[in-house]
């Protein structure tokens, strides 16, 4: 007596695309950046966005910082942290560069690229 079962084969699942873990950008000590007080890009008169200080780097998230009138700060993300959607990590509020400092990435990142394709055309000759 033999009854034959069939064997169900698992579901092959297609990979869902992961996300790149978000890298924050560089920024060194002593550097003036945009301090959010509550993790949020808004600045009103009730709620300004403040100048700080870098004091000490971390891999994640700004160390240590001082706003201008002296207040530490410790463990502030990126504003762009993925992490600041959850409300409690909002706590330390966020940073973001000064408008001078994006202007000047984004000039660097010009130049470069008009370097990048002079040199290409340069080994085309």
Same mark, same amino acid.
């Given at each position: ?10 579901? /092959? ?17 002593? +550097? ?10 808004? *600045? ?9 200080? /870098?004091?000490?780097?971390? +891999? &994640? ?34 940073? *973001? ?11 660097? *990142? +010009?130049?470069?690229?008009? /370097? ?6 340069? &080994?085309? &000759?």
């Amino acid at each position: 007596m033999s009854s034959a079962t069939a064997e169900k084969k698992p579901e /092959v699942k297609a990979e869902e695309p992961t996300a790149a873990p978000f890298v924050m950008p560089k920024v060194r000590n002593g +550097q003036q950046v945009m301090w959010y007080r509550y993790g949020e890009k808004v *600045d009103t008169a009730q709620t300004p966005a403040e100048v700080a200080f /870098v004091i000490k780097c971390g +891999q &994640k998230s700004i160390t240590r910082l001082k706003t201008t009138d002296g207040f530490p700060v410790e463990g502030v993300p990126h504003i762009d942290d993925p992490r600041l959607k959850n409300a409690n990590f909002r706590s330390a509020g966020a940073w *973001d560069f000064i408008e001078e400092e994006k202007q000047q990435r984004a000039f660097n *990142d +010009q130049i470069a690229a008009r /370097v990048a394709a002079l040199e290409e055309a340069l &080994k085309k &000759k």
